[in-house]
Structures are given as structure tokens and as C-alpha cells.
Antibody
Framework: EVQLVQSGAEVKKPGESLKISCKGS????????IGWVRQMPGKGLEWMGI????????RYSPSFQGQVTISADKSISTAYLQWSSLKASDTAMYYC?????????????????WGQGTLVTVSS | SYELTQPLSVSVALGQTARITCGGN??????VHWYQQKPGQAPVLVIY???NRPSGIPERFSGSNSGNTATLTISRAQAGDEADYYC?????????FGGGTKLTVL
């Protein structure tokens, strides 16, 4: 069974750093892109970026470029999302998800499956 | 950047057919994917590449895409179908989500 398991909920203060994780199992971790998606309280889904663990190629949404860092350690099948200085506005649920891609005439990509989510709360 | 437009809410009577739309410029030329998100849960893929159902998704869920509108159709709606639904496309190597639609089953 393909599965993504995320690290637990975090409570942090503004200005602190944080790194959350997403561990894949049941498939070849290095052969699929992994994406991160933010969901602020009561709001919709926002794509943050994707990483290809095979070579660490990373793409960011323009909205999140420079705000977060996405990385991966293929030796332990784990992707990461990190902040160097959190803000209250980073309070949200964060999901990782495996990206399936079809090229050529198809040229499309979709997320399946998703991790269970990591709730990040930033408050003084 | 490419934008997707969804109605904020759709209501359907129990056992009837619900249709949730996703609008975008010439969206018919792209592949559209749909996710269901129930309260307190992670999203789940229900339709990929316009009209394909992942294993485990009931046949009641179907999708179509043409012109400027893609549609997710839920037949014989059940109380358990109450959820938020999001459409998504891949555009210029970016993931784009619609704003989401809340489906209420009356």
C-alpha cells in the first residue's frame, strides 16, 4: 500500500524555525515527485512546491518561493518542509502528497495519495 | 497565471444528481483532476484526467471536460458525499487548484 506519513502537530512562537517531515512507503520513493500543500483555517488548498527525491530537483510556487525550503533525504524516503523564521500567518495545516505525472500529449499531474496532514500553530 | 473558478456552494437533495463546475480559459485543452475533502480529513482523489476514477471510488462519481468548463457529477447523492470538492490542473509546470465547492446534501 502506498502511504505517506507526516510528522506530528507543532506549536511554535513567531521567529522560531521548524522542519516537518513526510515519509513515503510502499513505492519507489525516488521515482515520484512529492508536493506540499497549505490549507489555512477554513480556507482552500494552496500549492507550495514539489521535489523529485531522485535528484532533489525542486520547484516552488511563486507565492512561496523564498518563504519555505523543500528538501528530501532519499536514504530514508522522507521529504521535508522547513521555515527559518515562522510568522503567525504560517498557522495552517500542511499536507504532503505524491505527484503522478503523464507526459507527451497528456502533460498533466495530480496528487495521490495524500499524507494525513501536519498542523502548525504559530502563536506568541 | 492560470485561474480556476468554482462555485462556493452546491446543494443537492438526497438521491439526486449533483454537478460541480470548474471554469477556466480553454480548460477543455487540459486534464482536470478532482479531490474530495471531508471535515477534519486529508483530501482524496476522486477523478483524474477528466473522467477516470481511482480504485475504490464509486461509479456514482464521474467527470467531464469541454470548452471552458469541467464538471464533476455525483449521481444518487448520499449524506456521506457532503464535503468540499476541489478541481486541479497542471499548467506550465505549476499545480493550480480551484477555490473549492462545499457540497450540501439535503
Amino acid at each position: 500500500e502506498v502511504q505517506l506519513v507526516q510528522s506530528g502537530a507543532e506549536v511554535k512562537k513567531p521567529g522560531e524555525s521548524l522542519k516537518i517531515s513526510c515519509k513515503g512507503s510502499g513505492y519507489s520513493f525516488t521515482s515520484y515527485w512529492i508536493g506540499w500543500v497549505r490549507q489555512m483555517p477554513g480556507k482552500g488548498l494552496e500549492w507550495m512546491g514539489i521535489i523529485y527525491p531522485g535528484d532533489s530537483d525542486t520547484r516552488y510556487s511563486p507565492s512561496f518561493q523564498g518563504q519555505v525550503t523543500i528538501s528530501a533525504d532519499k536514504s530514508i524516503s522522507t521529504a521535508y518542509l522547513q521555515w527559518s523564521s515562522l510568522k503567525a500567518s504560517d498557522t495552517a495545516m500542511y499536507y504532503c502528497a505524491r505527484l503522478s505525472y503523464c507526459g507527451g500529449d497528456c502533460y498533466s499531474a495530480w496528487f495521490d495519495p495524500w499524507g494525513q496532514g501536519t498542523l502548525v500553530t504559530v502563536s506568541s | 497565471s492560470y485561474e480556476l473558478t468554482q462555485p462556493l456552494s452546491v446543494s443537492v437533495a438526497l438521491g439526486q444528481t449533483a454537478r460541480i463546475t470548474c471554469g477556466g480559459n480553454n480548460i477543455g485543452s487540459k486534464n482536470v483532476h478532482w479531490y474530495q475533502q471531508k471535515p477534519g480529513q486529508a483530501p482524496v482523489l476522486v477523478i483524474y484526467r477528466d473522467s477516470n476514477r481511482p480504485s475504490g471510488i464509486p461509479e456514482r462519481f464521474s467527470g467531464s471536460n469541454s470548452g471552458n468548463t469541467a464538471t464533476l457529477t455525483i449521481s444518487r447523492a448520499q449524506a456521506g458525499d457532503e464535503a468540499d470538492y476541489y478541481c486541479q490542473v497542471w499548467d506550465s509546470s505549476n499545480v493550480v487548484f480551484g477555490g473549492g465547492t462545499k457540497l450540501t446534501v439535503l
